[in-house]
């Protein structure tokens, strides 16, 4: 199955209050490794879950904007919450957008999903990444990342999906990404 990757943790003592300005700094982007995630059931997502990862254990693995159509391929970016009191949280709207995809096993179709969360102000590091876990879900094209504050954008990441190959070349051009299984830092999967 295809998991979203944001974060949603480490939720901190303290909240913002919306008159406070922050904005979101992309720490940085591409195709990640990592491990730690727990799977949340969530019908709003288009595979039915949503994954829930520690960000400091993923790896970038290569910067880009350009991803394969390979099983196991995570990619997304690294963010962190600024102009806030350090300590705080800001509730914050990830959205993804991407060419539409049908789950074979209950025929919904999406071509987006969102997300909210409360988010930790930095100098604590959030993803928002999306793991190819099914291969209904690798769908060729543009595949764009925001995050919101209420209605206003703060940030926004689009990457180009290509090819249509399950297995592909190493991130390193060294074999196979098979048997890994590339996920970003504390996020949030569909």
């Known amino acids: 199955m295809m998991y979203l990757s944001t974060m949603i943790g480490l939720c901190l003592i303290g ?6 300005s922050q904005e979101v700094q992309v720490i940085d982007y591409g195709i990640y490794t990592g ?3 727990a799977v949340q059931e969530d019908p709003d997502s288009p595979t039915g879950q949503m994954r829930v990862k520690t960000t400091e254990l993923n790896v970038l693995l ?7 159509t390979v099983l196991k391929t995570t990619f997304g970016f690294k963010f962190k919450v600024i102009g806030l009191p350090e300590g705080a949280t800001t509730k914050l709207r990830l959205q993804y957008t991407f060419p539409e995809m049908t789950n074979p096993t209950n025929g919904k179709v999406s071509s987006s999903y969102e997300v ?3 988010f930790p102000v930095a ?4 993803g928002m990444t999306w793991d190819f876990v099914h291969p209904w879900e690798m769908r060729p094209g543009k595949w764009t990342m925001r995050i ?6 703060l940030t926004e990441k689009v ?14 051009g060294s074999g196979t990404i098979e048997g890994k299984r590339p996920r970003p830092a504390q996020s949030a999967t569909k």
């Not at 909240?15 to 406070?20: D, E, H, L, R, V």
């Not at 100098?123 to 959030?126: E, W």
């Not at 919101?148 to 954008?153: F, I, N, V």
């Open 15 to 20: 909240t913002c209050s919306p008159a406070q």
């Open 35 to 37: 491990k730690g995630d």
């Open 62 to 68: 290569k910067k880009t904007d350009v991803v394969p």
């Open 116 to 118: 909210s969360g409360d």
């Open 123 to 126: 100098p604590l590091i959030a």
């Open 148 to 153: 919101y504050s209420g209605k206003r954008l």
């Open 159 to 172: 990457f180009t999906v290509v090819g249509n190959n399950k297995t592909g070349s190493d991130i390193h």
